[in-house]
């Protein structure tokens, strides 16, 4: 799965498939967009038996992610309402991929689906997000999500800080960032004004911190047959307790949108996939526990991926070790007496019975219910026995009465 395979795959939706070519107008301008190279790329290759591809809506979409629109195609009404059916379907066609990629993911495991899903095939589509939120195609680098810099001030900010991230520069303090930017954006006269919309954006940036960790409760040891214990917690560093988050902020994207977290679990690899999940934060924190029985011994080491499906630059990373040991050393073994042992299975195979006991009470209830219930419709229906039936038991005695 790659990012430029992504608008081929929506282009087989039936909303995406009625937007067809209006005129000789249209027509020019598709064919024009559609020699961009990128566009090409797009565009997949039509296979024998399978319907026809409408290309319309893969030219627009990339053109909008490419700025490969003229002054005179954004006059154009038809085209721009088009344009704005595919803006805001998209961020439900990704959720639908995602679902059912999952979905794929655990059928896979199940032995249900020969189709082997990985966390790249999840991150493929996570990225294409980011990129339509942030104008991502075009605008590469992160931090140019923030007001006022381009490509140039990105490389100036990026070697102040030895490639340090834009989550890294988020998270230093007001008088800190507004040194680097007095220095970056040195030339410009209104240094101040770029400060104060900067700070704007980095308080409505969704800053979390990801921590992860393994073990077994109330065990220093972990040993094969233990249930592993996975804690996650999430905490915003700005959203102060009561507050839930606001829209997205984008330079590109026109339409409101929330956005979205999602926990990878994988390895160092990004090849394999213990579990994905969609995380919905909608307060200051947010805690998970994952609980698995341990079937073997060795080192399990795995990575926990917090990523944000609007945002480029602020996903999380956190890597989880441990060593699980055959036998434990240190662990004291309780050893019950005989008499004990023999109390609790006798106490288990009574409540056992208890409960086939009432398992047969209540078939036998259902069983009466139903046979009442035959009764009242065979009276409603003029069918039902003159001698009313006042003890109704079993279907083979109540058919007998009724006979």
Same mark, same amino acid.
């Given at each position: 799965?790659?990012?430029?395979?992504?608008?081929?795959?929506?282009?087989?939706?039936?909303?995406?498939?009625?937007?067809?070519?209006?005129?000789?107008?249209?027509?020019?301008?598709?064919?024009?967009?559609?020699? +961009?190279?990128?566009?090409?790329?797009?565009?997949?290759?039509?296979?024998?038996?399978?319907?026809?591809?409408?290309?319309?809506?893969?030219?627009?979409?990339?053109?909008?992610?490419?700025?490969?629109?003229?002054?005179?195609?954004?006059?154009?009404?038809?085209?721009?309402?088009?344009?704005?059916?595919?803006?805001?379907?998209?961020?439900?066609?990704?959720?639908?991929?995602?679902?059912?990629?999952?979905?794929?993911?655990?059928?896979?495991?199940?032995?249900?689906?020969?189709?082997?899903?990985?966390?790249?095939?999840?991150?493929?589509?996570?990225?294409?997000?980011?990129?339509?939120?942030?104008?991502?195609?075009?605008?590469?680098?992160?931090?140019?999500?923030?007001?006022?810099?381009?490509?140039?001030?990105?490389?100036?900010?990026?070697?102040?800080?030895?490639?340090?991230?834009?989550?890294?520069?988020?998270?230093?303090?007001?008088?800190?960032?507004?040194?680097?930017?007095?220095?970056?954006?040195?030339?410009?006269?209104?240094?101040?004004?770029?400060?104060?919309?900067?700070?704007?954006?980095?308080?409505?940036?969704?800053?979390?911190?990801?921590?992860?960790?393994?073990?077994?409760?109330?065990?220093?040891?972990?040993?094969?047959?233990?249930?592993?214990?996975?804690?996650?917690?999430?905490?915003?560093? +700005?959203?102060?307790?009561?507050?839930?988050?606001?829209?997205?902020?984008?330079?590109?994207?026109?339409?409101?949108?929330?956005?979205?977290?999602?926990?990878?679990?994988?390895?160092?690899?990004?090849?394999?996939?213990?579990?994905?999940?969609?995380?919905?934060?909608?307060?200051?924190?947010?805690?998970?526990?994952?609980?698995?029985?341990?079937?073997?011994?060795?080192?399990?080491?795995?990575?926990?991926?917090?990523?944000?499906?609007?945002?480029?630059?602020?996903?999380?990373?956190?890597?989880?070790?441990?060593?699980?040991?055959?036998?434990?050393?240190?662990?004291?073994?309780?050893?019950?007496?005989?008499?004990?042992?023999?109390?609790?299975?006798?106490? +288990?195979?009574?409540?056992?019975?208890?409960?086939?006991?009432?398992?047969?009470?209540?078939?036998?209830?259902?069983?009466?219910?139903?046979?009442?219930?035959?009764?009242?419709?065979?009276?409603?229906?003029?069918?039902?026995?003159?001698?009313?039936?006042?003890?109704?038991?079993?279907?083979?005695?109540?058919?007998?009465?009724?006979?």
């Amino acid at each position: 799965m790659l990012g430029k395979h992504i608008p081929g795959m929506f282009a087989q939706s039936s909303e995406f498939s009625r937007l067809k070519v209006r005129n000789k107008e249209e027509l020019a301008m598709l064919t024009r967009i559609k020699q +961009n190279d990128e566009v090409k790329e797009a565009i997949p290759k039509q296979k024998e038996g399978r319907p026809a591809i409408q290309v319309k809506p893969i030219c627009l979409l990339m053109a909008y992610m490419y700025k490969l629109f003229k002054d005179e195609d954004k006059d154009n009404e038809a085209i721009q309402k088009d344009l704005e059916e595919i803006l805001r379907a998209i961020p439900s066609y990704i959720d639908i991929m995602l679902s059912q990629t999952m979905a794929l993911s655990q059928a896979f495991k199940q032995g249900k689906s020969p189709k082997k899903i990985t966390a790249k095939n999840i991150m493929t589509l996570i990225q294409f997000s980011q990129n339509l939120m942030q104008g991502g195609w075009i605008c590469k680098d992160a931090y140019q999500q923030l007001p006022y810099f381009d490509q140039v001030s990105c490389g100036k900010m990026k070697n102040k800080l030895n490639g340090k991230t834009l989550f890294n520069y988020c998270m230093m303090k007001p008088e800190e960032r507004k040194a680097l930017v007095n220095e970056v954006f040195a030339e410009k006269e209104n240094k101040e004004e770029i400060f104060n919309e900067q700070e704007k954006c980095i308080d409505a940036l969704p800053l979390v911190k990801l921590t992860m960790t393994a073990f077994v409760e109330g065990e220093d040891e972990i040993v094969v047959g233990d249930i592993l214990t996975c804690k996650m917690r999430v905490d915003y560093y +700005n959203l102060p307790k009561g507050t839930k988050p606001g829209y997205v902020h984008s330079k590109h994207y026109p339409y409101l949108k929330k956005d979205n977290w999602f926990l990878i679990i994988t390895d160092e690899t990004f090849t394999g996939l213990a579990a994905i999940e969609k995380l919905e934060v909608r307060d200051s924190f947010f805690e998970k526990e994952f609980k698995e029985r341990i079937s073997r011994p060795g080192k399990i080491s795995f990575t926990a991926i917090l990523t944000n499906d609007s945002y480029k630059g602020l996903d999380q990373f956190s890597k989880v070790e441990v060593n699980v040991v055959h036998e434990a050393k240190n662990r004291v073994t309780v050893e019950y007496a005989k008499e004990d042992i023999k109390a609790i299975k006798e106490q +288990n195979m009574l409540a056992a019975a208890l409960m086939e006991e009432e398992e047969t009470d209540e078939d036998e209830a259902d069983e009466v219910d139903e046979n009442i219930e035959l009764m009242n419709k065979l009276k409603a229906a003029g069918l039902a026995p003159e001698k009313e039936v006042k003890d109704v038991g079993s279907k083979k005695e109540t058919m007998n009465q009724m006979d």
